[in-house]
Protein backbone atom coordinates (compact mmCIF):
# COMPACT_ATOMS: atom_id res chain seq x y z
CA UNK A 1 0.00 0.00 0.00
CA UNK A 2 1.36 3.65 -1.05
CA UNK A 3 -0.03 6.81 1.06
CA UNK A 4 0.60 9.86 -1.21
CA UNK A 5 0.20 13.82 0.28
CA UNK A 6 0.54 16.65 -2.25
CA UNK A 7 1.53 19.97 -1.47
CA UNK A 8 2.49 23.22 -2.24
CA UNK A 9 -0.98 24.39 -4.39
CA UNK A 10 -1.79 27.76 -2.95
CA UNK A 11 -3.41 30.76 -4.82
CA UNK A 12 -1.44 32.76 -7.01
CA UNK A 13 -1.77 35.30 -9.98
CA UNK A 14 -1.72 34.79 -13.69
CA UNK A 15 2.03 34.70 -14.43
CA UNK A 16 3.60 33.22 -11.52
CA UNK A 17 5.26 29.88 -10.94
CA UNK A 18 4.52 27.33 -7.90
CA UNK A 19 5.85 23.66 -7.15
CA UNK A 20 3.92 20.95 -6.43
CA UNK A 21 5.30 18.16 -4.66
CA UNK A 22 3.65 14.59 -4.14
CA UNK A 23 5.62 12.38 -0.77
CA UNK A 24 5.00 8.49 -1.00
CA UNK A 25 5.05 6.47 2.02
CA UNK A 26 4.60 2.52 2.76
CA UNK A 27 6.85 1.46 -0.26
CA UNK A 28 9.37 2.54 -2.08
CA UNK A 29 8.39 4.15 -5.26
CA UNK A 30 11.84 3.09 -7.52
CA UNK A 31 9.62 0.81 -9.18
CA UNK A 32 6.55 2.75 -9.63
CA UNK A 33 5.69 5.07 -12.31
CA UNK A 34 4.28 8.13 -11.03
CA UNK A 35 1.68 11.06 -12.51
CA UNK A 36 0.22 14.77 -12.36
CA UNK A 37 -3.73 14.52 -12.71
CA UNK A 38 -5.82 18.09 -12.34
CA UNK A 39 -9.63 18.22 -12.49
CA UNK A 40 -11.42 21.67 -12.33
CA UNK A 41 -14.59 22.22 -11.01
CA UNK A 42 -17.78 20.63 -13.05
CA UNK A 43 -14.77 18.99 -15.32
CA UNK A 44 -13.46 15.66 -15.59
CA UNK A 45 -9.99 14.45 -14.68
CA UNK A 46 -7.03 15.33 -17.21
CA UNK A 47 -3.78 14.18 -17.45
CA UNK A 48 -1.09 16.83 -17.26
CA UNK A 49 2.57 14.82 -16.81
CA UNK A 50 3.83 11.39 -16.21
CA UNK A 51 7.15 10.00 -15.78
CA UNK A 52 8.99 6.79 -15.93
CA UNK A 53 10.21 5.05 -13.05
CA UNK A 54 13.90 5.75 -14.02
CA UNK A 55 12.93 9.08 -14.24
CA UNK A 56 14.26 9.38 -17.90
CA UNK A 57 10.78 9.70 -19.79
CA UNK A 58 8.48 12.37 -19.40
CA UNK A 59 5.27 13.12 -21.06
CA UNK A 60 2.85 16.60 -20.73
CA UNK A 61 -0.40 17.03 -21.96
CA UNK A 62 -0.42 19.79 -24.91
CA UNK A 63 -1.82 22.15 -22.77
CA UNK A 64 1.23 22.40 -20.06
CA UNK A 65 4.10 21.52 -22.44
CA UNK A 66 6.46 23.78 -22.02
CA UNK A 67 5.11 25.63 -18.97
CA UNK A 68 5.61 22.58 -16.67
CA UNK A 69 8.15 20.12 -15.65
CA UNK A 70 7.75 16.85 -13.61
CA UNK A 71 10.69 15.45 -11.70
CA UNK A 72 11.33 12.45 -9.16
CA UNK A 73 13.48 12.13 -6.04
CA UNK A 74 13.65 8.35 -5.67
CA UNK A 75 15.77 8.98 -2.59
CA UNK A 76 13.30 10.82 -1.08
CA UNK A 77 10.13 8.95 -2.49
CA UNK A 78 8.70 12.38 -3.79
CA UNK A 79 7.47 13.62 -7.18
CA UNK A 80 7.68 17.08 -8.07
CA UNK A 81 5.56 19.40 -10.45
CA UNK A 82 7.25 22.44 -11.64
CA UNK A 83 4.27 24.89 -12.95
CA UNK A 84 5.44 28.34 -14.68
CA UNK A 85 3.55 30.76 -16.54
CA UNK A 86 0.25 29.96 -14.84
CA UNK A 87 -3.06 31.00 -16.27
CA UNK A 88 -6.43 30.76 -15.38
CA UNK A 89 -7.09 27.89 -17.10
CA UNK A 90 -4.57 26.18 -14.58
CA UNK A 91 -7.06 26.28 -11.75
CA UNK A 92 -7.89 22.96 -10.15
CA UNK A 93 -7.26 20.20 -8.07
CA UNK A 94 -4.17 18.85 -8.35
CA UNK A 95 -3.50 15.07 -8.05
CA UNK A 96 -0.66 12.72 -7.67
CA UNK A 97 -0.86 9.04 -8.73
CA UNK A 98 1.49 5.79 -8.68
CA UNK A 99 1.77 2.80 -9.98
CA UNK A 100 4.10 -0.07 -10.07
CA UNK A 101 5.75 -1.17 -13.16
CA UNK A 102 8.27 -3.23 -14.84
CA UNK A 103 8.23 -1.31 -17.67
CA UNK A 104 9.91 2.11 -18.62
CA UNK A 105 7.11 3.83 -20.07
CA UNK A 106 4.83 6.63 -18.77
CA UNK A 107 1.10 6.75 -18.34
CA UNK A 108 -1.27 8.82 -19.25
CA UNK A 109 -5.07 7.51 -17.99
CA UNK A 110 -6.30 7.54 -14.75
CA UNK A 111 -7.42 4.10 -14.65
CA UNK A 112 -3.88 2.71 -15.23
CA UNK A 113 -2.47 4.26 -11.66
CA UNK A 114 -3.22 2.55 -8.53
CA UNK A 115 -2.75 4.67 -5.61
CA UNK A 116 -4.04 8.53 -5.86
CA UNK A 117 -3.45 11.33 -3.40
CA UNK A 118 -6.29 13.45 -2.01
CA UNK A 119 -5.26 16.75 -4.16
CA UNK A 120 -3.81 20.08 -3.44
CA UNK A 121 -5.93 22.83 -4.78
CA UNK A 122 -4.13 25.42 -7.56
CA UNK A 123 -5.99 28.76 -8.14
CA UNK A 124 -4.97 30.97 -10.82
CA UNK A 125 -6.38 34.92 -10.58
CA UNK A 126 -6.76 36.65 -13.73
Known amino acids: QVQLVESGGELVQAGASLRLSCAAS????????MGWFRQAPGKEREFVAA????????AYANSVKGRFTIARDNAKNTVYLEMNSLNAEDTAGYYC???????????????????WGQGTQVTVSS
Open 97 to 115: AVTPTTSSTTYRRAREYHY
Open 26 to 33: GRTITDCA
Open 51 to 58: ISTSGRVR
